[in-house]
């Protein structure tokens, strides 16, 4: 028997992988999973042996909806129920806002219906392009904070930029400032030093999802994405700007890295600061004392109407692929696209090309270099039938451009964290602040059309006369597509 196993050990091991994929294709299958997805994956475990099995026991659970990512009960707190109704808009105002906004109220409907978030009217917003100017802006109001700081971070690095920020924190704490700081385990990079000293000076921090390898297959899919900060309920941040070297533009940057971000006043930041409370409830495991200095009373008289749109395994639809298809589809004039990974699901991808063959300009802006092989190949697998619909595309060169947003007619906006691919869709933590303003829609228009000054239109001819090999890298970057 010894001699058997021995001498036929390859073909036992191959015979028990296919015995293991087809176990696994089964169980895929009676998920009722997205049929795109169901076939990635089964492709995946038939032909690649071994490797199949290992990204889906790394990838492949499902876990939307579990008990594990029920933070419902900040919700249920009467303060922040009481915060919520004095959000509702009166009938006067809804009657304007619905005469301004004429069929984007659809928007607002649609997301309230799925995740109860509200129209916030009386905001002040700052539009901020790249990291240098984020940071110098985010350091100035932590300095001056009076009463709390919230930080969640996917990436939060102890480089330069980080370590500015966390002898900030250190000292703010010091002071009597109550400080915590939420960053994803996955993402993030903080020394043993680093996490030494802002424990000794009073900063409370939580990772998001601990990644150890016993438990690494349930919780790789499911990352904190969003990078948000709240100081004294009063000022907030949000957009694609993590805190690391990496989104400074200096001399020791290796590339030009082109972000946005938002700087908030006023009632929206009331919604991220629920969103950070639940993921707080979350990490830390322990009840949180929610107060008035959370909500401070907003005396700000400037209309800037904003909702904030947050999804994940958490929430019962996917919130922000849904606002984004219904921009898209609901458009008349134009609809501007700027994305670092662009991996869309079928809806997305049907949407953007209805649109343009309906006659709405759909001007779509990724990098022209990626920082991932499988995911610039996958992008490109999509391009091609967006050009034959009358898409235009453009390739940003002059460095990597990292924003997520899109502008549509004059009067719609998104800034956010949210990639217009699968994880962002559906797997990861998201969270996007949309913006109901023509002087908002008009700055981030003018942004995105200097980014085109820096960039490159595809022309279809030349694009379809690329190299056999390319398409073929990009047919097999592309069955890894709901994976990425």
């Known amino acids: 028997m010894i001699d058997f196993l021995l001498n036929n050990y390859w073909i036992i091991l191959v015979a028990l992988n296919y015995i293991l994929a087809i176990t696994a294709a089964f169980i895929i299958i009676f998920k009722n999973i997205n049929p795109t997805k169901t076939m990635a994956y089964i492709l995946v475990l038939v032909l690649f042996p071994f490797v199949g099995l290992l990204i889906y026991y790394f990838f492949g659970q499902e876990y939307r909806k579990n008990k594990l990512f029920n933070r419902k009960d900040i919700l249920n707190r009467s303060i922040i129920r009481h915060i919520n109704e004095n959000l509702e808009l009166n009938t006067f105002e809804k009657t304007e806002i619905k005469n301004i906004l004429k069929d984007k109220v659809k928007l607002i409907k649609l997301l309230y219906t799925n995740q109860k978030s509200p129209l916030t009217i009386h905001n002040e917003v700052e539009i901020i392009e790249n990291g240098d100017k984020k940071f110098e802006k985010l350091k100035k109001d932590l300095v001056n904070a009076k009463n709390h700081i919230h930080l969640e971070y996917y990436i939060f690095d102890d480089d330069t930029i980080g370590s500015e920020i966390i002898s900030i924190l250190c000292a703010k704490a010091k002071e009597g400032i109550k400080v915590r700081l939420s960053v994803d385990d996955v993402g993030s990079k903080l020394s043993k030093s680093a996490l030494n000293k802002l424990k000794n000076h009073g900063v409370d921090i939580c990772f998001f999802m601990p990644v150890m390898f016993s438990r690494f297959a349930d919780k790789l899919n499911y990352r904190n994405h969003r990078k948000i900060a709240i100081i004294d309920g009063l000022i907030g941040y949000i957009g694609g700007i993590n805190i690391a070297d990496n989104y400074l533009n200096n001399n020791t940057t290796k590339r030009f890295w082109r972000d946005t971000h938002l700087r908030v006043e006023g009632e929206a930041v009331v919604q991220l600061q629920i969103h950070f409370l639940m993921t707080w409830r979350f990490v830390s495991n322990r009840e949180i004392d929610i107060t008035g200095d959370f909500f401070p009373e907003n005396t700000l008289k400037t ?104 502008v549509v007619d004059n009067i719609f906006c998104s800034v956010g964290t949210s990639n217009m691919d699968y994880r962002s869709f559906n797997l990861n933590f998201e969270i996007n602040a949309l913006l109901y303003s023509k002087q908002q829609a008009t700055i981030l228009k003018s942004h995105f059309l200097n980014d085109l000054k820096d960039s490159e239109k595809m022309n279809l001819k030349r694009w379809s006369e690329r190299s056999s090999l390319t398409k073929f890298k990009e047919s097999i970057s592309r069955l890894f597509a709901p994976l990425l």
Do not use: C
Not at 351 to 356: C, G, K, M, N, S
């Open 303 to 406: 209309q800037i109407p904003i909702q904030v749109a947050a999804s994940g395994p958490d929430t019962d639809w996917a919130n922000i692929m849904e606002v984004i298809f219904t921009s898209i589809v609901t458009a008349k004039q134009y609809v501007y696209i700027t994305t670092p990974y662009f991996i869309p699901n079928d809806e997305i991808i049907s949407a953007i090309q209805i649109a343009a063959r309906s006659g709405v300009e759909v001007k779509l802006l990724i990098p022209k270099e990626s920082d991932s092989w499988t995911a610039k190949h996958a992008t490109n697998s999509f391009l091609e039938p967006l050009l034959l619909s009358g898409v235009e595309v453009y390739r940003y060169t002059k460095g990597f451009i990292h924003a997520k947003t899109l």
